[in-house]
């Protein structure tokens, strides 16, 4: 009775560790299933599953598939067990890292594997740029995966277009969970993508260029130039170069005039300032009025009166 009870701890206790025929997707009776080529996830058979209830697996259920030809190692989750006997089904990608082929004996054994924390991906194509949120989709799609592997190149769809990304690096293992978890993301440049290089500007051995005129960095006009002409008045009087109230500066013109697309240097941070046209006190605002009195006017009456003999 006691070697019973031993033998029995030790069935559940043991990992499970089974070699299955694998094949890609396609080769699923029925209809192709789409959900399996976007995920991480593989289809086991049914036997499988009676085999890991009665084992001690820990949940999720991680599987590590191993090729033993090529010695490529990745892992992966399980979607459903509806699979033919003896067979695993599996995404192309995965297969693809695996370098294995329709047919070929795949070695699945259950694992745990912890947490992930942070995971870095480099694109393999520079149309990865195209997209406006990057981690948000990344992480939408990374939904329908249970871990990563260091070294994998996943694939995932985002509208109607395939997108390939090697996962560069994964913490605190080679080997994480993604389920239920705060991961930081990161992204390495697409491979074959460079930055445009600057060509520095020959200032004459100043390195800052500010000692320069704006004004001269501007590109000169060509072509046609709206509202070049010469202003004539109707009467046939040529126009007044200085007017009578610019022959004598003011200390609000003696301020050097603003010229647009000039950056103003002095530029104060967290002040705004205002640039009006200054106009030249007119004689009526030079002279004093008097206090305003009220009923000061003089009273009239609308009947005649009659002179006094």
Known sequence: MFQFGFNMFHEISRPF????????????????????????????PPSALEQLTRLNIE????????????????HCGVLEFVADEGRVYLPHWMMTNLVVEEGALLQIESVSLPVATF??????????????????????CLRNFSCL???????IKYNSKVYELCVLETKPGNAVIIIECDMNVEFAPPVGYKE????PHDDGGNSTGMDEDPSNMMPEPSGFIAFSGEGNRLDGKKKKLISESDSEPSASQSRQPYVRGIPDYDYVIG?????????PPSAK?????EPFTAFKGEGFTLRNTKPKN
């Open 285 to 289: 605002e030079e002279t004093p009025s």
């Open 149 to 155: 592997t260091t070294g994998d190149v996943i694939a």
């Open 59 to 74: 949940y999720p259920m991680i599987f590590k598939l191993t090729n033993k030809k090529t010695k490529r190692v990745t």
């Open 17 to 44: 560790n089974m070699t299955y025929k694998c094949y890609s997707v396609s080769m699923l009776p029925g209809n192709e299933r789409q959900d399996v080529e976007r995920g991480g996830k593989i289809i086991m």
């Open 196 to 199: 445009e290089e600057r060509i």
């Open 271 to 279: 002040t705004l300032r205002f640039i009006r046209n200054s106009r």
């Open 119 to 140: 995971s870095k991906f480099q694109p393999l194509s520079e149309d990865f740029l195209d997209i406006t949120n990057p981690k948000a989709v990344l992480e939408n």
